[in-house]
């Protein structure tokens, strides 16, 4: 079991900036991928951005030069850096984790990008 905690939505003007936090129960070297997802109203949730354990990142190209995923391994936390944001980017984040093939999910955190 994994256990995913999300912190750091919230209500920001356009062309701000926000960072999300996900704490993992374990370490997160003992999972294979981690990741951000967002889901607007009831469209089907979409990545936003990846880290493997081995630390290969991968972007949506909507977010591709103004967010930034990374971690730290001491806190068993993975952030996601969001710069210039905009009203689009609005939603809810999940942080999502999988290991031997099973992902778990946080429960989410809100973020609202004002015009």
């Known amino acids: 079991q994994v256990q995913l905690v999300e912190s750091g939505g919230g209500l920001v003007q356009a062309g701000g900036s926000l960072r999300l936090s996900c704490a993992a129960s374990?370490?997160?070297?003992?999972?294979?991928?981690m990741g951000w997802y967002r889901q607007v109203s009831d469209k089907q949730r979409e990545l936003v951005a990846d880290i493997t354990n081995g630390g290969m990142l991968n972007y949506a190209d909507s977010v591709k030069g103004r967010f930034t995923i990374s971690r730290d391994s001491a806190k068993n936390t993975v952030y996601l850096q969001m710069n210039s944001l905009k009203p689009e980017d609005t939603g809810v984040y999940y942080c999502a984790a999988w290991r031997l093939g099973t992902p778990y999910w946080g429960k989410g955190t809100l973020v609202t990008v004002s015009s």
């Open positions: 374990r370490s997160i070297f003992s999972l294979n991928l």
